[in-house]
């Protein structure tokens, strides 16, 4: 009963090349966040949004944006990618206010080659 | 913004014995503190979470602690097993955030038979 899908388990892709990572959930939650995982620095937030076309920044937004066209997808996208972009992305989503937990995609490891 | 400490970034236990792990967060309006277990290749998951009103909260062999004049949470684990080795990540919730965790950086927890 997968909750949160993020689209691609692995992927490599080509310096300069425009990436997309795809994250659909089904549990109707207003919230989506798009975290970076690398070892030794934990869960870094690139982008997070609270509604359909609302975005906010994160921590580390430099040289991604971000799409939320429809409530269930957020989509996380890397302009022209670079080696130092090679890393763990996880999705997750959750019920809107500070009370309520996250849950996360699987992952998806990017290698830029 | 918040900003969450974690420590230790590792900790080696013997089965049986117990584990805990403490996070300091600056935010002292923060008041939602959960705690995920991230096993080996797999996504994080909300293992418990206490709000700024209990002081304290249990479910079998975890528990989170709060004390909220020091601005410290800790997750104690008794009776460690094998199952028990992973990475934990704490996290705070600012009550204007959205619903937007500040994560710690992680403790890998190894049980060693």
């Known amino acids: 009963d997968v909750k949160v899908t993020q689209s691609s388990r692995y992927l490599v892709k080509r310096t300069g090349e425009k990436v997309f990572l795809e994250c659909v959930q089904d549990m109707d939650h207003e919230n989506m966040f798009w975290y970076r995982q690398d070892p030794g620095l934990g869960l870094r937030l690139i982008y997070f949004?609270?509604?359909?076309?609302?975005?906010e920044k994160g921590d580390i937004p430099e040289g991604y944006s971000v799409s939320r066209e429809k409530k269930e997808r957020f989509s996380l996208i890397l302009e022209s990618a670079s080696t130092n972009q090679t890393s763990m992305y996880l999705c997750a989503s959750s019920l809107q206010g500070s009370h309520y937990g996250y849950t996360f995609g699987s992952g998806t490891r990017l290698t830029v080659v | 913004g918040e900003n969450v400490e974690q420590h230790p970034s590792t900790l080696s236990v013997q089965e049986g014995d117990s584990a805990v792990i403490k996070c300091t967060y600056s935010?002292?309006?923060?008041?939602?503190f959960p705690w995920y277990k991230q096993e080996l290749g797999k996504r994080p998951q909300l293992i418990i979470d206490i709000r700024s009103n209990v002081g304290e909260k249990k479910d079998q062999r975890i528990a989170v602690t709060l004390n909220k004049t020091a601005k410290h949470f800790s997750l104690h684990i008794t009776e460690t097993q094998p199952e028990d080795s992973a990475v934990y990540f704490c996290a705070a919730s600012p009550p204007d955030s959205w619903g937007k965790f500040q994560f710690g950086a992680g403790t890998q927890v190894v049980v060693t038979p």
């Open positions: 935010d002292s309006a923060s008041n939602y």
């Open positions: 949004s609270y509604d359909v076309k609302m975005k």
